[in-house]
């Protein structure tokens, strides 16, 4: 096992003993989701936001670079601060821990995933009911007249020099992802109604610090917590992992398929 790898003596048993508590806690939950944050994607190459020394946002002020109000008052500007750096990663892949949720869904261990990540690797890995409550990189709409487009055409002209790129109707082009200021995306409208009362919240990758989406792990019975730094939920999480993200979902999944 990838984190057991790591230890020796009481760390790997005790390690050992957590990951038997979780997989546990999944086999007796009969409603039990994910909610992951953008550590989940550290593996696959993609910085997180707030790492101490790493975080996106430690190096600008997201407030400034990607709000709406950033796009409406300066979209030449928004497209070079924030899409060019979202743009560098488009070519990462799923890494073992969105692999690992991949299998508990398949297994039924899980019914769905719910993500704050607006990467796509869920969808990539072969998740089939996957939230992305801050919306996704596939496809954009017009702020003018309203139309949706594949995201391709947005860097297309981005490629091209065309900066902001423009609607058919010379409307300014904008992703279909949650900026600050934007209202909550459909797809949260549905995360609260599908995690009310379950029975079990896998939380991998977040520091659950972004409201509402902070407020989530509250509709849960009980918490699984599998991240880097402490959050504000630890007190009540049923188990807690600071281990490698995806070497402990790794290791949960290989536990559970024994």
Excluded at 153 to 161: C, I, Y
Excluded at 218 to 236: G, K
Aim: charged share 20%; glycine share 8%.
């Amino acid at each position: 096992m990838a984190n057991v790898e790591q230890k020796n003596g009481e760390g790997a048993m005790e390690y050992q003993e957590r990951l038997k508590k979780t997989a546990d806690l999944m086999i007796q939950a009969s409603r039990a989701f994910a909610l992951t944050g953008a550590g989940i994607s550290t593996e696959s190459g993609i910085p997180d936001y707030r790492s101490p020394g790493k975080g996106l946002w430690e190096k600008v002020n997201p407030l400034k670079t990607a709000s709406a109000s950033a796009l409406r008052h300066n979209p030449k500007k928004f497209y070079q601060d924030t899409i060019s750096h979202w743009r560098t990663f488009a070519d990462a892949q799923p890494n073992r821990g969105h692999r690992a949720l991949k299998e508990m869904e398949d297994g039924g261990l899980l019914l769905g995933i719910v993500t704050q990540n607006i990467d796509g690797l869920h969808y990539a890995a072969g998740s089939k009911s996957v939230l992305e409550v801050h919306g996704h990189m596939r496809t954009g709409h017009c702020l003018e007249c309203g139309d949706r487009v594949d995201f391709s055409k947005v860097t297309e002209q981005l490629d091209n020099g065309i900066n902001p790129p423009r609607c058919h109707c010379s409307g300014i082009l904008r992703p279909d992802v949650v900026l600050f200021e934007d209202p909550m995306s459909h797809d949260f409208f549905r995360a609260t109604k599908v995690l009310s009362g379950c029975d079990l919240l896998l939380v991998a990758g977040t520091s659950l610090q972004v409201y509402p989406v902070a407020s989530l792990p509250q509709l849960a019975r009980q918490l699984i917590i599998v991240n880097n730094t402490p959050t504000s939920y630890d007190e009540s999480a049923a188990v807690i992992f600071r281990e490698s993200i995806g070497g402990v979902l790794s290791d949960l999944q290989s536990m559970l398929c024994q």
